[in-house]
DNA sequence: CGTATGACGTGCA
DNA sequence: GTGCACGCCATAC
């Protein structure tokens, strides 16, 4: 594994509860404050259950997507009361 | 190495 | 606020 994308799966772990990054700040904790479009790519790709990925969500504010269905990713965040 | 793809971001009409 | 085009980077082929 590159370790950009290891980095990125790292970074994402380390995200508190009811806490949520833009894939920019992940992205930029990841070294590459540019590779916020690879950022969602791994994320796209990336299965491991350890990796909260549902904390990550667009910079305007949106959720964005999810591997498990954009809606799991919603109610989950809602759920956390991670948006409003 | 070149092309295509994707859970994005920014600019502009 | 909405829609669209372009740019960006990592990954797959």
Known sequence: MAEFSKKVL???AKIPKSKTLTYRQVAEMAGNP????AVGNI???NFNPKVPCHRVI???GQPG???RGEQN???ILK???AIK
């Open 79 to 81: 759920s956390e009361n």
């Open 10 to 12: 790292q970074v994402v």
């Open 65 to 67: 997507g999810y591997n």
């Open 43 to 45: 994320l796209a790709k």
């Open 73 to 75: 990713k919603i109610k």
């Open 34 to 37: 540019k590779a916020y479009r």
């Open 58 to 60: 667009k910079s305007n």
